[in-house]
Structure formats: C-alpha cells, structure tokens
C-alpha cells in the first residue's frame, strides 16, 4: 500500500520539482487519489464483511469531502494502476467499473464513464501510459491501448490501438506519436 501511495507522490515530485510536504498541502489530485487508495486496498481486502461494511461507510464520507472540495471521483471499487497523476484539478468523473493502467495521467474535466446499447454498453478499459487530454470523454466497452494520447476535448467511444494519438468528436488516429513525451 505505502508503495503504491508513494509512486503516486514521486511521480507529482518528478513534475514539479516541489517537496512531499509542499505536494500534500498544495495538489487536489493527490489528495483524492490517497482516499481512493485507501478505500481501494479496504475494498479488496479480506477482512470480514461487516467490518469492511464499516470501513468502507467511513471511506465513503472522505470520498464525498473530496468529491465536493476538488470536484474529482474516484471510486473505490474502478481499478486505478500505479503511479496515477492528475494534472489538474476539477471535473473528473471515473466510473466505478472503469479500469486504468499504470503510469497514466488525466487532465481536469475528463470523464471515463458507461455509455452504449446492448452488446456495446459497458465501460472502458484503459492500458499503460496513457495521457487523457483536457475534457476528453472516454465512454463505452471499449479498451484503449498502451502509448496513446487522447487529445483534448475528444469523445472516444471505439477501442484504439497501441502508440497513437487521438483527435476529434469522435476520435479518430492523427498520428503514430505515443505518449513518451506526455507521460
């Protein structure tokens, strides 16, 4: 747990160059990522049931003062990687299905969230190193490669491959340039 925390804080040091203390006081993003972390690890624990129930139940308040106060969402129950980022604050809706591969970063007013009919409902799954542009909306059963960039402002609603970058409403491939200089 304090691993997976404190990959999330250095990944925010290698950014801004500011101390741990500095981060903690200063970036909304951070804060709401160690209430999920938390409320994440009691969710996948294997204490009993009603015990959980308690924890999760006192989680949940942290989680609301959070969602209130930053404007961020994240769920206990998605599936978030390591070395997580938030780049700005405000806006963020994940669903509590989504599922985020490591070493990823979001910018303010992305959603990730359920969309479709039928077979095609569902919510997205997002593969490593992967940087979400400004108010982009990812939606739907679809999966989003490693490497990519989602640009700002776009609506991807179809799977897309490895080591691209995505553009538009609806999004289409502009380039085969990846995330590395993103991320």
């Given at each position: ?5 404190s990959?999330?804080?250095k990944?925010?040091k290698?950014y801004?160059?500011?101390?741990s ?5 200063t ?25 959980k ?21 994240l ?10 980022y938030?780049?700005?604050f ?5 669903n ?13 007013g ?27 909306v ?5 999966f989003?490669g490693d490497?990519?960039?989602?640009g700002?402002?776009?609506?991807v ?12 409403v609806?999004?289409t ?11």
């Amino acid at each position: 747990m304090c691993h997976i925390l404190s990959g999330d804080l250095k990944k925010y040091k290698r950014y801004s160059g500011k101390s741990s203390i500095y981060l903690l006081i200063t970036q909304q993003g951070l804060w709401a990522i160690f209430v999920y972390r938390i409320n994440n690890k009691i969710f996948n624990s294997r204490t009993p049931k009603w015990l959980k129930n308690i924890f999760l139940g006192v989680g949940l308040l942290f989680h609301k003062f959070i969602e209130i106060i930053t404007g961020i969402s994240l769920p206990y129950s998605a599936q978030i990687g390591n070395d997580f980022y938030i780049g700005h604050f405000g806006g963020i809706i994940i669903n509590s299905k989504a599922i985020i591969g490591n070493n990823c970063n979001i910018s303010q007013g992305v959603t990730i969230g359920v969309s479709g009919r039928g077979p095609k409902r569902g919510v997205p799954r997002i593969g490593n190193n992967v940087y979400i542009g400004a108010n982009a909306v990812i939606v739907g059963d679809i999966f989003i490669g490693d490497n990519v960039v989602i640009g700002a402002n776009s609506l991807v609603i179809e799977s897309v491959p490895n080591n691209c970058t995505m553009l538009g409403v609806p999004a289409t491939k502009v380039s085969d340039n990846n995330s590395e200089f993103y991320i």
